[in-house]
């Protein structure tokens, strides 16, 4: 069975060896027009909190997270740990109580103490949970791919019919670039601003309100953000 993977991102990458790891005997291709440094992926924060999403069922996500935190937790627990850049790290999100509250580890509200340095909020929570360095865990896939006899193409796929004829399951996995691709007029595009600084001090999260204003510490740099604006094109 000859399978395409679209798109060179997280997802795409991490698709194509959850393939190539259950189905060992498929030959799976990536195909993609950027590779890493050069993916919207490689500018992610990585922090694992879901966002809610209201058209799909609340066990769904929470399955889909349990499985995701096991996975991420596992590697951060191994000796590939550094080298896929996966972590965990500890901190306070926003005020209500989420789904995901009895995956993550040790949620709780935040002490009288810890409050006091924050001054403009009346609660919060603290939990630790699994940061993903991007970059390095883009590689660390890449070479986990190459290492099972995956194929990667630099390739611009302008639409998946043209890809037919060679394979016989594709898979889509081109996040914003499906805009184009398939003509999905619901994706728009959200313009946002980070820093990533050097600050080997900062070893806690902190996470404000709907996650617009954050501090997230990696393993060699912090990020800080942002804004989020919606875009009605892409550019």
Not at 26 to 47: E, I, K, R, Y
Not at 116 to 128: D, E, L, V, Y
Request: aromatic share 10%.
């Amino acid at each position: 069975m000859q399978v395409a993977v679209v798109g060179a991102g997280v997802i795409g990458l991490s698709t194509a060896l959850c393939i190539t790891e259950t189905c060992p005997s498929c030959s799976v291709t990536v195909l993609s027009d950027q590779f890493s440094p050069n993916t919207t992926s490689d500018v992610a924060a990585g922090m694992l909190i879901p966002h809610i999403y209201p058209d799909t069922p609340i066990h769904r996500q929470k399955q889909w997270f349990q499985e995701t935190f096991t996975y991420l937790f596992a590697i951060s627990n191994s000796a590939q740990a550094s080298e896929a850049g996966i972590h965990l790290v500890s901190g306070s999100p926003k005020e209500e109580l989420p789904f995901w509250s009895d995956i993550v580890l040790g949620f709780r509200p935040m002490s009288e103490a810890e409050l006091q340095k924050f001054p403009q909020h009346r609660f919060g929570q603290a939990f630790t949970t699994l940061k993903c360095d991007c970059p390095p865990y883009l590689l660390w896939l890449e070479k986990r791919l190459k290492a099972a006899g995956t194929q990667m193409y630099t390739r611009k796929v302008a639409d998946l019919w043209e890809l037919h004829r060679e394979y016989d399951i594709v898979v889509n996995c081109t996040g914003m670039g499906a805009h184009q691709l398939v003509g999905d007029k619901q994706l728009f595009p959200v313009r946002g601003q980070v820093l990533k600084v050097h600050a080997p001090w900062v070893t806690q999260f902190i996470r404000d309100g709907d996650g617009l204003t954050y501090i997230y510490p990696g393993i060699h740099r912090v990020t800080l953000g942002g804004t989020r604006e919606k875009g009605s094109q892409l550019l």
